[in-house]
């Protein structure tokens, strides 16, 4: 079965933290580069984390330094964790494969109050 769960969002003051998880199904996770991406109100969907089997990493510049991703290869689940949120940090948090499938989670929706 393909699935791709997220969660862990929640409504934030700037300048706090909130962990995202995403549960992916064996199938998608094993030896694939996973991200995170996020899409806002009126705007793409964009990658901001990516993490390969072996642990390489990379982030998007508007997030380097705040947000960390990890993965846990044993159960098949995929960390984001998010200090110093911003504002411009609000959207809805996927995770998927990199490149992505065709196929996405419901999301989990982050909000962040100034």
């Known amino acids: 079965q393909v699935q791709l769960v997220e969660s862990g969002g929640g409504l934030v003051q700037a300048g706090g933290s909130l962990r995202l998880s995403c549960a992916a199904s064996r199938s998608i996770f094993s030896n694939n580069v996973m991200g995170w991406y996020r899409q806002a109100p009126g705007k793409q969907r964009e990658l901001v984390a990516v993490i390969n089997w072996g642990g390489s990493i990379h982030y998007v510049d508007s997030v380097r330094g705040r947000f960390t991703i990890s993965r846990d290869n044993a159960k098949n689940t995929v960390y984001l964790q998010m200090n110093s949120l911003k504002p411009e940090d609000t959207a809805v948090y996927y995770c998927?494969?990199?490149?992505?499938?065709?196929?996405w989670g419901q999301g989990t929706q982050v909000t962040v109050s100034s």
């Open positions: 998927n494969t990199q490149p992505p499938l065709g196929y």
